[in-house]
């Protein structure tokens, strides 16, 4: 298989982890679109969200909170984050195996603005 997701699971590709165990690995996105740009990415192959079943359940329920739990251990949830699921082309999936971006940091800008 040729997805770059698996190969950094795999440790085939390099990536800089920030989470990993059994199921999920996160990683910083290389072209980050926000001052915090995490990746997270169950370690089983599932194009998109639309390619989901109902057995997948458990897995998307720890997606979220270990999102959750990243984005307390970074302080984003003082000021604030996104959640960001991109479907198929027309929705901004670049790559095809299902992935949450966590985006964060501006409060922390804005707050040094100040």
Not at 27 to 43: C, E, N, Q, R
Not at 44 to 66: A, R, W
Request: proline share 4%; charged share 25%; net charge positive.
């Amino acid at each position: 298989m040729d997805c770059i997701f698996c190969k950094i699971a795999n440790k085939e590709e390099r990536a800089d982890i920030v989470y990993e165990d059994r199921k999920i690995i996160a990683f910083k996105d290389i072209y980050p679109v926000a001052p915090t740009h995490i990746l997270v990415v169950p370690k089983k192959h599932i194009p998109s969200v639309d390619h989901l079943e109902p057995g997948d359940k458990n897995l998307i329920g720890d997606l979220l909170l270990i999102t959750q739990k990243i984005a307390r251990q970074l302080s984003l949830a003082k000021t604030g984050y996104k959640l960001v699921f991109n479907v198929g082309r027309g929705g901004g999936q670049k790559i095809d195996h299902l992935h949450l971006h966590l985006l964060g940091g501006w409060g922390k800008k804005l707050k040094n603005k100040n």
